[in-house]
């Protein structure tokens, strides 16, 4: 008698990321509660009887994305800054109009906006650093993705907290009241080195060993970043976060561009991992992150796309591409971050660094059913000799047909079950006429 199950997926490849290279044609993946149950030659498919049987011909089917970075609700700010150096684009544009605007439901509206454009690329968790971290939780629930939030910390007051204390006291006071929801996880959230004190860092280090939490935190982006570092503290970032205690594990350092090779090797030693954001740091001329030296050491490489006012689109296909394109050209080595690594960067790699790899990242059994189907028969990915590099070097987030979050189906064919279209787009139209007065 064939085992009732909820879904049974047989697509034309299936990329499941581990074993790391493979790729399976002729075989099913079988889903029952939310979870991977099977991964079967499509021939032995009889041995089981899905609710729903979706057949994909001609797709590609790899593990749900994972966005290593990014300030979701800031897709409520996509073009407002264009063209300007980062700390004149922060100073100048960014704050003042979050001082201005930000608020539960700017949170709320602008991460659901992210979510949708998420969803649709194949993307099926993010991690997030932003303000009114429930507001940003109902926005995940009502699209059904999964979602790491940070606790945010700065110093100076916003409409969100007042002080570095009261940053801490309501982040955790939302992770205490949100812990339950089996897609939420929760991870400090530091801004910067130049926006947290000494004393601030020292308290993160504390909760983050206390709460088992990883810790969030840009690192590395600018040299001016550095330079002022090295005036007001007498040393550069990571060294001084060394001497804090905040090296190890669980920290994930959010664009790492500009790296001396001792500072590599102290991540390396130290466990850390990086989020890299390849289009971000272009556009904001950030610079080029050494990423193929820090493939080379060993630490855990993940793709983010930072903001949407900083890229513009949370895209994770153009992600992998330009991540491959900037380390072949900055290393002068064509065969450096292949097709499989490269994805392997978008999917296993983020969920590490999130200590989250052994629910998600990858099609194994006994993990989430976190899917993405992606049609590769369109004129501009014809023929198909290699559907790995056709994902990355080809095939982009307007491919995508199928999302599956815990294995109940999400997105098909850009429609977003979540996303009542005519609300979100009276929602955004709101608050673009806001924030051009």
Known sequence: MPEAIDLLIEPRWLIPVEPHGSVLEGHAVAVSDGRILDVLPASDGGRYMPASHVRLPNHALIPGLVNLHTHAAMALLRGIADDLPLMEWLKTRIWPAEAKHVSPAFVRDG???????????????????YFFPEAAAEAAGRIGMRAMLGMVVIEFPTAYAADADDYLSKGLAARDRLRGNPLLSFCMAPHAPYTVA???????????????????????????????????HGARPIDRLNRLGLLGPGLIGVHAVHLEEREIALLAESGCAVAHCPTSNM?????????????????????????????????????????????????????????????????????AALGLE?????????????????????????PCFNPVSHLVY????????????????????????????????DSIKMWQNKLIV
């Open 358 to 382: 052994r629910n998600i990242g990858s099609i194994v059994v006994g993990k989430a059913a976190d899917l993405c189907a992606v049609r590769l028969d369109a004129i501009e990915t014809l």
């Open 111 to 129: 991460t659901l906006l992210a979510c949708a454009e998420m969803l649709r690329g194949g993307i099926t968790c993010f991690s997030d650093m």
């Open 394 to 425: 080809a095939a982009g987030r307007e491919h995508v047909s199928h999302v599956w979050v815990g294995g109940i189906l999400q997105c098909e064919n850009g429609i977003v079950r979540g996303a009542d279209d005519d609300r979100l787009l």
């Open 198 to 232: 000494d004393k601030t860092f020292e308290r993160i280090a504390t909760l983050a060993a206390q709460l088992d939490l990883p810790i969030h935190i840009h690192l590395h982006e600018t040299r001016g970043e550095i330079e002022e570092s090295l005036q007001r």
């Open 283 to 351: 556009k904001l001329a950030s610079g080029v992150a050494p990423i193929a030296k820090l493939v080379k050491s060993g630490m855990q490489i993940g793709l983010g796309t930072d903001g949407a006012a900083s890229n513009n689109r949370l895209d994770l296909f153009q992600e992998m591409r330009h991540a491959g394109l900037l380390a072949k050209v900055s290393s002068g080595d064509a065969a450096i971050l292949d097709a499989h690594e490269l994805l392997r960067m978008a999917t296993l790699n983020g969920a």
